[in-house]
């Protein structure tokens, strides 16, 4: 039976404050979101109902993020790392990567706007525990905490002390929890990757590749099984087999270019030439589509800092930031073209900022913010009707676009008044009393309508 919305809500908040008051942790944050900042504080002050100064380490740039993860490790705390997909314009993989090899039990949980599939599983193989696409309400913060803290379990104590004893070199006592975990949760991966790694240490190749093959079969997304397996087969000079372990991976995380160098240096020494020059060029393109998104996020980036200084230079370099990647545009990308939109009708531009939002309608047309700008375009180029009509597109896509902020709520009200919609302006002025009950022009609005 399921539980009620309400008690999976308590259970959930259990959970984080669980993990705060009785195993010492924190939040790093690391983001340039002041509203994402601002709801981690409202679940932390009034959702959870907790008081510290050190429960929330806000930062900006990385360059102390590994000083802070190592301090908290050092003052005995458990630290958990938000951390954005893209920092200062560039993809934040290999940092991941970094930090989970220098702090296995670090917990991070990854901020998107929005993320396909192989983005997912390239950087959750990287080292990321779990995702959070923005924006979010403090409910769904708290909700996925608890799903990456996961209460510790007699079970995952077991298989945390195995792999305690692989690292200390003793892989007797490691063999012999596995066989433990395995009894207690027959098939379990966790426990069937301990085993391979202990019958690794002790020399006993087919028997680790048995367990990890087991491993792989139980879990079919789990990557780690089809890793060990390859570095196994290569090991014992098993070529072929270690390429098909690294093409099983390459479908499963194709995003991987030094996996696709790997496999071509395989090809190679299997006397595969075209295969390997393939995968070599499939390699450098993957790294140059990475290095046209860099470009991009630090083209939109500068055009943030021209935004209100100078709306020309901001188009520019926002211009630049599409051309960038125009073959790989996505919804992502939905906040650019916003961006875009808003510097050109700062110059009265108003016709080719409807043109760049009709060209991201391509890629996505039920986006509510993209559907508002365009509605607003409208109006500010004298044409009502198709003014309402986007708002109308906007508010049915999704109703709570009223309630992005007052000033949004406020102007869909005043360009339904002027087409004499007038239980819709109602609507619109009252969702922005509720945000902003001291807003007097959506007041005297609302007062006009009675």
């Not at 510290?52 to 990385?62: A, F, K, R, S, V």
């Not at 680790?208 to 780690?224: G, P, R």
Request: glycine share 6%; with cysteine.
């Amino acid at each position: 039976m399921s539980l009620a919305p309400n008690t999976k809500v308590i259970q959930f908040e259990k959970t984080v404050i669980d993990f705060i008051k009785n195993q010492r942790g924190c939040f790093i944050v690391l983001t340039h979101d002041q509203a994402f900042m601002s709801v981690m504080r409202t679940v932390i002050t009034k959702d959870l109902g907790l008081v510290g100064d050190d429960l929330l380490i806000p930062l900006q740039e990385p360059n102390l993020l590994t000083k802070i993860v190592m301090q908290a490790e050092e003052q005995k705390k458990t630290p958990l790392l938000f951390i954005e997909r893209n920092i200062n314009g560039q993809e934040s993989a290999m940092l991941i990567n970094q930090l989970r090899n220098a702090f296995p039990k670090l917990l991070i949980i990854v901020l998107t706007v929005e993320i396909e599939k192989y983005s997912l599983m390239y950087l959750h193989e990287m080292g990321a525990n779990n995702f959070i696409a923005k924006p979010v309400s403090a409910l769904t913060i708290i909700e996925k905490l608890a799903f990456t803290i996961k209460p510790q379990t007699k079970l995952g104590e077991l298989i945390d002390t195995a792999k305690a004893h692989l690292t200390k070199g003793e892989p007797e006592r490691a063999k012999q929890l596995a066989a433990e975990i395995l009894e207690m949760k027959p098939g379990s991966a966790a426990g069937l990757m301990v085993l391979g790694d202990a019958e690794c240490a002790l020399g006993n190749t087919q028997a680790a590749k048995k367990a990890y093959l087991e491993a792989s079969n139980n879990a079919d997304l789990y990557l780690e099984p089809l890793r060990k397996l390859a570095q196994l087969a290569e090991r014992i000079g098993e070529l072929e087999e270690a390429l098909g372990y690294l093409e099983k991976l390459d479908a499963l995380s194709p995003l991987n270019s030094e996996r696709k160098i790997e496999m071509g240096e395989l090809s190679l020494e299997l006397g595969d030439e075209d295969a390997a020059q393939q995968l070599f060029e499939a390699a450098i393109t993957q790294i140059s589509n990475a290095a046209l998104e860099h470009i991009a996020l630090l083209a939109e980036r500068i055009g943030g800092i021209y935004e209100k200084r100078d709306p020309v230079k901001a188009e520019n370099y926002y211009r630049k930031a599409l051309s960038s990647k125009t073959k790989n545009l996505t919804r992502e990308d939905m906040r650019l073209f916003n961006r875009l939109g808003v510097s050109l009708r700062r110059q009265g531009k108003w016709q080719e900022a409807i043109d760049e939002y009709k060209r991201a309608l391509q890629i996505d047309d039920r986006d509510s913010g993209l559907l508002y700008n365009m509605g607003m375009a409208y109006m500010e180029g004298g044409v009502g009707k198709e003014a309402q009509r986007c708002m109308e597109k906007a508010i049915s896509a999704d109703e709570n676009v009223l309630y992005t902020s007052s000033g949004v709520a406020y102007n869909m009200g005043v360009v339904f008044m002027k087409n004499n919609e007038s239980e819709r302006a109602k609507q619109c002025f009252e969702a922005a009393l509720k945000q902003d009950p001291n807003m007097e022009a959506a007041r005297k609005a609302l007062n006009r309508l009675q």
